[in-house]
């Protein structure tokens, strides 16, 4: 590759996984254009808890999983809730879901993440220096909490699996969570606390990365894709509707969008979406010291510079139903139960898609079809978390140089089915 003439690389999909790829390739000498439809932070990259989730091992279906499908379909206000409707078109996923739910499956996953999990931070080290990080990304610690003695039972089986991959992490009694901060006191009866497991807004981070994309001489183009022009098993040019874009390199990292461009390129992998709602607090009257998730009611509470940022719950609907906002009001109950002085004033209630296939597993890799296609999406629950290491796989591969761990596990070639769009 010439520096007079350098290679380019359209990088579709402007959230923290596309710009981590971008700027992984940027370093290596291409000529880098990202395209998104969005502002920076738009989408579920800066609309998600902000936790650099470094304790979280597991995939989404663990043993047991296929007992909760009745209630998923009938509580409307379960953790993962179906939207009936929806349900005849995602049958086929959620079939692979439960069959990801399976011990040995569940073991094999719980591998795969924590290899990607235990390179996470240190990959963001090297995407993001010193300058570009501060005032943005806090370092600290996390607590899981949980409230009851039968809640923090159930968890036994994610506990040692965490154990069995290594996860630093410190088990509490009430007295130890007390220990941590004042406010802890009487709150919870059980936690597991993650020392190093910083946070940041999330959408101050995805404007940092797109400074530091353009400072660095990235380029970002805010355009959706229209289509490809292709040669033979290469994609040549990336289309919009107002301009062409040539491309030696072409990588999809578009989250819950990719399947859609996937699909104009002759293939599908099973990737859906889980909808998560939020809500963000200008004044919430509580002032923790660290991210909390509260593990009876499955979502976390991250203070942030504008406040408090309450996030979880899933629902599987698609990307064209319309928002259930109930969902984000519970996250507001919920909280009360655990700090009942939460003030509410001024509350922004949000939803997001987090691209999810059925193993939990993203895709990181190149395309089935096309020698010069890289596909980076599906990361479910924790893509912020796992952006700057998926960055840096990819900037590998697209380089031929040797990936920082084996990719094997996130072949796009791993599904059974791998169907015609």
Known sequence: MSSAHPARAVVIGGGTVGLCCAMHLLRRGYEVTVMDRGAPGNGASGHNAGLFSVGNCLPTSTPGVIRSVPRMLTDPHSPLAIRWRYLPRMLPWLLRFIASGRPAQVERASVAIAGLVKQALRAWEEVLPPGASEGVVINGGHLLGYGTDAVFAKAAFAIETRQRRGIDMRILDAEGVAGLAPILEGRFRHGVYIPRGPWADPRLLCAALTDLLVSEGGRRLSAEVTGFAQSDDRVTVVETADEKVAADVVVIAAGAWSKHLTRMLGFATPLDTERGYGVDLPDPGVDLPFPIISMDYHFAMTPLPGGLRLAGTDELAGLEAPPDFRRADRLVDATRLVFPELR?????????????????????????????????????????????????????????????LDPAPFRPTRFRILERG
């Open 344 to 404: 509410t004033h001024g509350a922004e209630r949000w939803m997001s898609y987090r691209p999810s296939h059925p193993d939990s597993l993203p895709v990181i890799g190149r395309a089935p079809r096309h020698t010069n296609v890289y596909l980076a999406y599906g990361h479910g629950h924790i893509g912020f978390t796992l952006a700057a290491i998926t960055g840096e796989i990819v900037g590998q591969l697209v380089s031929n140089e040797d990936p920082a």
